[in-house]
């Protein structure tokens, strides 16, 4: 029986090696005596060529080896890779939010700072806006207290004028003006007299005619006399007499204190003793103050200027 199995499966293997040399007459496959099955009792011999399939089929194996780790190494990383770039894609997304939402806030940061400047500027030009107000306010202040200053100053100097005035006009009869410390009084209007008989109307007041030793009084008098001047009068009948004569010694002219007339205030031609009759002065009311003097005959009626020259306190 089992020489019999033998045979048959000698049988077989002949029949496989000639089917296989007639495919390929340099492939030659030679029978194992130790194993029974074709595969392993069978080798490729005889020549190179069945070397070459060998090693093709060796290299082909390795290559699909290689090939087949390459392929599962590229399915790990593609896998890893995949894994990889899902969660970058979140991470991505996540990213896009967050820079939405930071472009969002920037936007707002922007319109939040623009807002902060503009009021920034409007606080500044208020700033300068009340700088400007307040110096205003300052120089009027400054010269509300400059003008303040020179009232009171003023105030001070007509208080001392009043006091001044009120001691001295006190002193000076009813109608009479001062003059530093002179009273001065002028006969009325309508009277007239002789240069003698003003001077006693002086004397009966406690006066003398006017003593006009100064250009300030000589002006003082002209303003009061312009004052009083009468238009319609002729010039020579609207004038005073004063206490200046030359009645002792022609052309030496005193007053009546017994002082010797330094400066006069003649008009123009004048003193001029017209028809050797002048030795009696008067003051006139004219328009040129310092040329307002003319010698006239002593009996002529004139009004008359009196002077009480008052102690001083
Ligand atoms: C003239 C002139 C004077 C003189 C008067 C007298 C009008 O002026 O001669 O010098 O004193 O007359 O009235
Ligand atoms: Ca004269």
């Given at each position: 029986?089992?020489?019999?199995?033998i045979?048959t499966?000698?049988?077989?293997?002949?029949?496989y090696?000639?089917?296989?040399?007639e495919?390929?007459?340099?492939?030659?496959?030679?029978?194992?005596?130790?194993l029974?099955?074709?595969?392993?009792?069978h080798?490729?011999?005889?020549?190179p060529s069945?070397q070459?399939y060998?090693?093709?089929?060796v290299?082909l194996?390795?290559?699909?080896?290689?090939?087949?780790s390459?392929?599962?190494?590229l399915?790990?990383?593609?896998?890893?890779l995949s894994?990889?770039h899902i969660?970058?894609?979140?991470?991505?997304s996540?990213?896009n939010?967050n820079?939405?939402?930071?472009?969002?806030?920037?936007?707002?940061?922007?319109?939040?700072?623009v807002?902060?400047?503009?009021?920034?500027?409007?606080e500044?030009?208020a700033?300068?806006?009340m700088?400007?107000e307040?110096d205003?306010?300052?120089?009027?202040?400054e010269l509300?207290?400059?003008?303040t200053?020179a009232?009171?100053?003023?105030?001070?100097?007509?208080?001392?004028d009043?006091t001044?005035?009120?001691?001295?006009?006190?002193r000076?009869?009813m109608?009479?003006?001062l003059?530093q410390?002179?009273c001065?009084g002028?006969?009325?209007?309508?009277q007239?007299?002789?240069?003698?008989l003003?001077?006693e109307?002086?004397?009966?007041?406690?006066?003398d005619?006017?003593?006009?030793?100064s250009?300030?009084?000589?002006e003082?008098?002209?303003?009061?006399?312009?004052?009083?001047?009468?238009?319609?009068?002729?010039?020579?009948?609207n004038?005073?007499?004063?206490?200046l004569?030359d009645?002792?010694?022609?052309?030496e002219w005193k007053?009546?204190d017994?002082?010797?007339?330094?400066?006069g205030?003649?008009f123009?031609?004048?003193?001029?003793d017209n028809?050797?009759?002048e030795?009696c002065?008067?003051?006139?009311p004219?328009?040129?103050?310092l040329?307002?003097?003319?010698?006239?005959p002593?009996?002529?009626?004139?009004k008359?200027i009196c002077e009480?020259?008052?102690?001083?306190?």
């Amino acid at each position: 029986m089992k020489d019999s199995a033998i045979y048959t499966e000698n049988k077989s293997e002949d029949a496989y090696n000639q089917l296989i040399s007639e495919d390929d007459n340099e492939l030659r496959i030679e029978e194992h005596p130790h194993l029974g099955h074709p595969d392993t009792r069978h080798k490729v011999v005889n020549g190179p060529s069945s070397q070459t399939y060998r090693l093709t089929a060796v290299i082909l194996g390795i290559l699909c080896t290689v090939l087949m780790s390459t392929i599962i190494g590229l399915c790990i990383s593609y896998k890893g890779l995949s894994e990889k770039h899902i969660v970058m894609s979140q991470n991505s997304s996540e990213t896009n939010r967050n820079l939405e939402q930071l472009k969002a806030n920037y936007d707002l940061l922007t319109a939040a700072l623009v807002k902060v400047q503009k009021n920034f500027q409007e606080e500044v030009s208020a700033k300068d806006s009340m700088q400007i107000e307040r110096d205003r306010e300052r120089k009027r202040k400054e010269l509300l207290q400059t003008q303040t200053e020179a009232l009171m100053n003023e105030q001070k100097n007509l208080q001392a004028d009043i006091t001044m005035k009120e001691k001295s006009c006190s002193r000076c009869p009813m109608g009479w003006v001062l003059l530093q410390s002179s009273c001065y009084g002028f006969s009325d209007t309508d009277q007239v007299l002789s240069w003698n008989l003003g001077r006693e109307e002086c004397k009966k007041a406690g006066a003398d005619l006017a003593v006009i030793d100064s250009q300030e009084k000589q002006e003082f008098i002209q303003g009061i006399l312009m004052g009083k001047r009468r238009s319609s009068t002729s010039w020579h009948l609207n004038g005073y007499w004063i206490g200046l004569h030359d009645v002792h010694t022609e052309g030496e002219w005193k007053w009546v204190d017994g002082t010797d007339l330094t400066k006069g205030f003649w008009f123009d031609g004048e003193p001029n003793d017209n028809y050797s009759a002048e030795d009696c002065a008067a003051t006139y009311p004219k328009e040129t103050p310092l040329k307002t003097w003319n010698d006239a005959p002593c009996d002529f009626p004139l009004k008359w200027i009196c002077e009480i020259k008052l102690q001083e306190p």
